[in-house]
């Protein structure tokens, strides 16, 4: 999984940096498939913004959230993040292709 962590009028701290990729372990036991994870935080006055596009086979995946805290934004980033995530798993892995299940025995 390739990450990338940036940040617009804000650096991206070590402790900043680590608190994402513990978040993001979450999204990572629930799809092992993840290829690229770009991560965007900024600051605005008062307005702290994370934003996430995530990469998987077939798919991008986008969510993005904005609160008076920064970790809290990532809180509820990621968790909007994990519930899109095992939408699109349960999607994909839950039905069955066609060709089997119309496939007639002779």
Known sequence: MNLS????????????????TVKLDKIR???DQVIDVNVFLSVDKLRQKAEIALHVRGKDIFAE????????????????????????KDKRFAHP??????????
Do not use: M, N
Not at 99 to 104: D, F, G, S, Y
């Open 5 to 20: 962590i940036s940040g617009h009028h804000l650096e991206v701290t070590p402790a900043l940096r680590e608190y994402v």
């Open 65 to 88: 959230s904005v609160d008076d805290d920064l970790y809290a934004a990532i809180d509820s980033l990621v968790d909007k993040l994990d519930r899109q995530v095992l939408k699109y």
């Open 97 to 106: 292709h066609e060709a089997i299940k119309h496939h007639v025995e002779t």
């Open 29 to 31: 036991r629930h799809f």
